[in-house]
Structure formats: C-alpha cells, structure tokens
C-alpha cells in the first residue's frame, strides 16, 4: 500500500517556552508509538524557522547537537510512520516553506481524501510539488491565498480539503493548532505558566509535566501568538466521528482522549469479550503489548489467571515496521518468544486487540502450540476488520483484510486455533460508551462518514503511488 495515504502520525506543538525544541523532542519521544519511521522538528526564533528531520527513531535522530541547531521559544514536532512504500525523506514532517508571507511549518496526523483532486487542480494551474504526501496541498492553498493573516489563509485552504487531519501550523511569530470537524484522530491542549502546548496524546504532556487543560474540539482552531490562546470555530458542524480504533489498539493506554482514559477502555473492552465468548481454559495469556488491558479485564472477568505465555524483545521495532511480508514473518519470531514451562498441557486463551491480516495472529498460533498448549482459545477486543481506514490509520488494501473476505470459522482454521471469538460490534460500542453515535467505525462496517465513490477505495490507496 501507500506510504502516502496509509499512516498515522503524531504531534507534538509548544509556544512560549525556553527550551521549545527539548520539550518537543521529549513530547515526541512519548509519542514514539504513533510514529517510527520518520521525525522532525521545526522552531522559531521569531525571525525564521529552524528545521531538523530524519529517518528514523525520535531518540536516534536528535542528538545533542541537532537540538542546539533548532533555537526560539515555539516549535512543532511530528513522528510518522508508514507500513511500505516510499520511506523518502521529502516526505518526512514537519513540511516548512518559506513563501511571500514568511516561513511556515506544518505537520500533519490524518489522511485527506480529496487531495488528489486538488493536487491535479494546483499543478494544472501551475504548483510544483515538493513531496507526494497530501498536507500538502494545504501548504500550496495557503500560499495561494489572499487573506491578509496566516489563520484566515488556514481557513480558507481547510474548506476545501476532505478527511481526517489535526494539524499543526508554525509561523515565526505565532501556533495555529487545528481538529478537523468530525474530529477523527486526538488532540489536547496543555499549559504550563505562560507557556502553550499541544498533542496528539496527554502521554506526550505527562513526561514533561504539563498540565492538560482539555481537548481540542472537533471542528475548532486554536491560535497562540504573543496575545494569549484565540480558540474559533471556523467550520460548518458536523457529526462527530472519533476513531474507535485509538481506543482500542493505537493510542497509549495511559492516555486520556476522547473524553476517556485509554486502558480504562480498553479493560472495559477485555470484560465485555469475555461475556460475549468466554474460553474453558487454564490461563489468559495477552499478546505484547497490544493485547495487555483487554486480557486483564478478560481474565479478571472470566476468574482464569492471567499470565505471560508470551515474552517480547523490546529491543526490535514493532513487525510492522517491515515493509515485506517475507521479513513480517520473520519479524514474528525475532519479536516474540513463548514461555514453555507455562503453557504445556493448558487450555489457553490468547487475547489480542486485533486481527489484520492474519500473519501474525497465525505465526503466534503455531508458536503457542509448539509449546505444548492443549487447547487455543483466541479472543480477539475488537469487531473483524472488513474494510480500510482512509483517516489516518495504517491498514493495508481490502482485499487483504481477512476480515473482509473470510468468515470467523475460516479465520479461526486459517490462524489454526480451536475456537476464534471476536467482540461484537454492540459490545465495542457499549464499552466506548457511545450514545450518540460519536465514532468511526469504518473498519469494521465499511460506512465511512465522508463519502467517496466507492472506486475509490481501493484506487485511492494507490494514487500517489502511481505518480
Ligand atoms: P495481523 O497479523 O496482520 O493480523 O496483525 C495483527 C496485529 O497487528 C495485532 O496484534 C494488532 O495489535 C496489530 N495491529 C493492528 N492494527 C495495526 C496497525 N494499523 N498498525 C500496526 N499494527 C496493527
């Protein structure tokens, strides 16, 4: 798939601190998870902007040095990371131009679906684009506009874009922090004396200890300059729409978004399978990390142990850093070892947060039984993944979703466990505590809140590709 269209990200902004760049670094280094491809940071020292942005891990690609090279009391940051592709440094955030109005930096979390139009609209009448990612298109909207300030040119370029983005924007003297209106991916303010800080998680303001003020509302914009913090809702309402899936594999359990700690939820989501599909087994075993909250909600409410039957190197980069499905098998191995002595004649139930593809699931499946496991009970705190996101989260095209293809019968003898349940889709919105219909839930129902023609969904994946 893309490396353009298919990733997530994180951010991490500050304005009007003296160590802008450090804290962004360390903002960064917590949202590590969201991102391991790439990472940049850019700052201001109220005359330009100084930007630094590498392949790579947070911790690998700012020394010392690099950080003395990144001055000025505000700076924006952003990890990214993408499944295959083009891993090419021109597309690593933040973007910073300098145009007819002064510098400008932006980074990007979400996907924008009607970027292509644009992008073919801009070049025809004559942009040169520097990168294949779509923020930015943003960037040459912005720059095409008259408005006389930097958030009304934001405003403008943001009513003609589609999809999913929070977005950071770093001008020499001023933050422009904004959630698009559906409000698909988080973001949260924080302050610390007179200083202003945003994220992508309230983790990332923990380890610098900011105190979080609240989230940044769907649809609003925030703008901190020497004159305070200025929050506008430029945008015409609409449902909101939060992803479902931060809660359930992609945000830091110990963060607070949409309104609810993650682990808490995720607990919640463990309990809750194992009403819908409890297991006759000996242990709960999680797989790392991902299937840690839901397996101790799992096994508390089931009454079974919780154990770990499987143990992770932390020292090799998550299986999907790979780009080929021939090193994600052997990412598997070199990643995840079972604990024999434990599991040998037990009935076990494995617990994870999700099935994608099914690689790993299986690879883990066998793993668990060659360690002697009498009986495999996988449970899975999450509904099939049927369909793509196009908002922000790195899935791979439909037709490799197992989910979207085969029934939960032939999943369970592909993956080779003795019995596979999934959470139901009522279960998973009952522990979100979704009333009003508030989230996304695309990936497992295929009805996405922007709409598409549907032959986009898989040719969009594609697109910037193809160039
Ligand atoms: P698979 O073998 O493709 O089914 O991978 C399943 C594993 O991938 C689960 O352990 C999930 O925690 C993890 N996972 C789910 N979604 C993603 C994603 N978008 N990016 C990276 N890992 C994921």
């Not at 020292?45 to 009391?73: C, Q, W």
Request: hydrophobic share 40%.
């Amino acid at each position: 798939m893309s490396a353009e269209w298919g990733e997530h990200c994180g951010l991490f902004g500050v304005y009007g601190h003296p160590e802008a760049a450090n804290v962004t670094y360390l903002g960064l280094y917590a949202l590590q998870h969201r991102g391991q491809e790439s990472a940049g940071i850019v700052s201001s020292d109220t005359h330009a902007l100084h930007s630094y942005r590498n392949m790579g891990l947070v911790s690998e690609i700012f020394t010392r040095d690099v950080l003395k090279r990144l001055p000025g009391r505000s700076a924006i940051g952003h990890v990214r990371y993408s499944t295959a592709g083009t891993s090419d440094l021109k597309n690593v955030q933040p973007f910073t131009v300098h145009y007819a109005r002064g510098g400008l930096g932006i980074a990007h979390n979400g996907n924008l679906t009607n970027a292509h139009i644009l992008r073919d609209e801009l070049e025809a009448h004559g942009s040169i684009f520097q990168s294949t990612m779509d923020t930015e298109v943003i960037i040459h909207l912005i720059a095409l506009s008259n408005e006389h300030d930097l958030a009304s040119r934001v405003v403008g370029a943001l009513k003609r874009v589609n999809g999913a983005y929070c977005l950071l924007f770093l001008s020499e003297d001023e933050m422009i922090a904004v959630r698009d209106p559906h409000g698909f991916r988080p973001l949260v303010l924080g302050r610390q004396k007179n200083a202003y800080f945003v994220a992508s998680e309230t983790c990332a303001f923990d380890l610098i200890g900011v105190e979080f003020e609240r989230e940044i509302e769907p649809g609003e914009m925030v703008v901190i300059n020497e004159d305070g913090l200025h929050s506008f809702y430029p945008f015409i309402p609409v449902r909101t729409s939060h992803c479902v899936f931060e809660f359930i594999y992609f945000a830091r359990p110990d963060s607070f978004i949409f309104g609810r700690n993650v682990y808490g939820v995720r607990r919640e989501l463990g309990i809750q399978l194992a009403k819908e599909h409890p297991a006759e087994a000996d242990i709960v075993i999680p797989t790392p990390d991902s299937g840690f909250s839901a397996a101790i909600g799992y096994g508390h409410q089931s009454n079974i142990p919780i154990e770990l039957g499987l143990i992770r190197n932390h020292y090799v980069g998550r299986t999907f850093i790979e780009p080929k499905q021939s090193i994600r098998h052997f990412g598997v191995k070199i990643k995840l070892n079972p604990v024999k002595e434990l599991i040998k004649e037990k009935g076990v139930a494995v617990i994870d947060d999700s099935i994608v593809r099914a690689t790993t699931s299986r690879k883990i499946i066998k793993m668990i039984r060659r360690a002697g496991a009498e009986r495999i009970h996988v449970r899975i705190s999450s509904p099939p993944i049927t369909h793509p996101c196009f908002f922000g989260i790195d899935t791979p095209m439909k037709s490799e979703l197992i989910g979207s293809s085969h029934a939960i019968e032939e999943i369970n003898r592909y993956i080779t466990s003795d019995t596979l349940g999934y959470l139901s889709l009522e279960g998973l919105k009952r522990c979100v505590g979704d009333n009003n219909s508030s989230f996304c839930y695309a990936c497992f129902t295929g009805d996405y809140s922007i709409k598409f023609p549907s032959m986009m969904e898989e040719s969009q994946l594609r697109l910037y590709k193809a160039r």
